[in-house]
């Protein structure tokens, strides 16, 4: 039997690796613009003065929100996969393995929501990840019929009034929203890192309470997708092999993204509570279509040109960053809240739309040049030299060479 160990870095696809890090720099607009920020926390932004502000809202909204996130499910999907198959090549466990896998990001992602951030997604990863094993000897077919009803059918039902709030009577919520706000709002930007703990982990209750109806069910559709990707090797040659496959998703994306685009617009000047309720379901459906579409098209786009040497060398800048996701996600919380919270510049809910994406842009540029540093030295991140020392029991060699 194979030892168990790390992945040589020359079994890399570097259009995943590209993927990861054009999707990590989409999570870290979407969540510095409304979260770190604290503008979640702030009653809606709406009338800005200034038409950068305005162009940076619509930007985020239109092109980033959600999608960034979308991506990044469908490839720990697909990574999930991937580690399958290489463990099924190597005769290793594969189960045990990946069961270790999970519990040390469970403990890695519950770390970071308590002591630095309440939105971490990892430990959500990690407990939905666990779901995927049922499905490894599943068919194709029985893969996307289940994240067809994992996606559609939860997300439409919690949509309804009347269901949300039979839920929601029996999940924890703050007795007055707009007050508890204002209290994790004022913990962002004091001092006391005790009360700022004690909000992280109310506001991370509170928020989980009032999703979980239809993230976990959305999570898994989003990973079963993903590990569908992954075990039929659709990326294998950097996804040479599929380019038909790429281009047709790029088309149906496109028609998705202005079909939701349309909606979006006739819709928008007609108030939500004049909708009925199908009208509303159908609105609902019809952007999250939208938002899979355009990830679907954002895909096929870096795939088709990863194929030209020249926009190849120009996406690969990207690579580090995506060689190194748990760092790079994990340092963007450090570097937001030194910015945002109160033991850096406190600057949460100080600062427009056009300031925050300014912002945002300039923090990942920074993570971009740290990645490319660390990584012609050390031939992992800090973070994952950590998850896999902790994984297989021994420290993985850091040195690059």
């Given amino acids: 039997m194979a030892s168990a160990g790390p992945v040589p870095p020359r079994e890399r696809v570097a259009t995943l690796d590209v993927l990861r890090g054009f999707a990590l720099g989409g999570v870290l607009i979407g969540n510095l613009f409304w979260l770190y920020s604290g503008r979640i926390f702030l009653p809606g932004e709406t009338g800005e003065p200034h038409a950068l502000d305005g162009a940076a809202l619509f930007f985020v909204q239109r092109f980033v929100d959600g999608r960034a996130m979308t991506l990044l499910t469908l490839l720990f999907g697909l990574g999930f996969a991937v580690q399958l198959l290489r463990a099924d090549r190597r005769g290793e466990d594969a ?4 069961l270790r896998r999970m519990l040390v990001l469970l403990l890695i992602g519950v770390s970071h929501a308590t002591f630095l951030w309440w939105g971490d997604v990892t430990w959500t990863y990690a407990v ?16 996307l019929i289940w994240a067809a009803v994992l996606f559609l059918v939860p997300l439409l039902v919690m949509r309804i009034p009347e269901v949300f709030r039979a839920v929601m009577q029996v999940m924890p919520h703050p007795e007055d929203r707009g007050a508890f706000h204002g209290e994790v709002l004022s913990a962002m930007r004091g001092t006391d890192h005790g009360a700022l703990v004690s909000a992280h982990v109310s506001q991370l209750v509170f928020h989980i309470s009032a999703i979980a109806g239809w993230y976990f069910p959305w999570l898994l559709a989003h ?3 993903g590990f569908y990707l992954g075990r039929r090797r659709v990326f294998d040659g950097e996804g040479a092999g599929h380019l038909r496959g790429f281009w047709i998703a790029l088309a149906i994306g496109i028609a998705l993204t ?5 909606v979006f617009l006739i819709v928008g000047p007609v108030g939500w509570s004049e909708l009925s309720l199908p009208t509303r379901l159908a609105i609902v459906l019809a952007g999250e279509l939208a938002t899979v579409g355009q990830t679907a098209a954002y895909v096929a786009i870096v795939v088709l040109l990863m194929q030209r040497r020249l926009a190849r060398r120009a996406l690969m800048v990207l690579a580090p960053v995506g060689r190194m996701p748990l760092s790079t996600y994990l340092s963007q919380s450090v570097l937001a809240s030194f910015v945002f ?7 949460a809910g100080e600062v427009g739309p056009a300031g925050r994406l300014a912002t945002a842009l300039g923090l990942f540029a920074l993570q971009v040049a740290i990645a490319h540093l660390w990584l012609r030295r050390f031939r992992y991140g800090p ?4 998850w896999r020392a902790l994984i297989y029991g021994r420290a993985a060699t850091r040195a690059a060479r």
């Fill in 341 to 347: 919270f109160g033991w850096g510049l406190g600057l």
């Fill in 95 to 98: 189960r045990r393995l990946y």
């Fill in 258 to 262: 202005l079909a939701g685009t349309a």
């Fill in 223 to 225: 990973f079963l997708v």
């Fill in 383 to 386: 973070v994952e030299w950590l």
């Fill in 128 to 143: 939905t990840g666990l779901l995927l094993i049922p499905f490894v000897r599943r068919s194709d077919r029985t893969l």
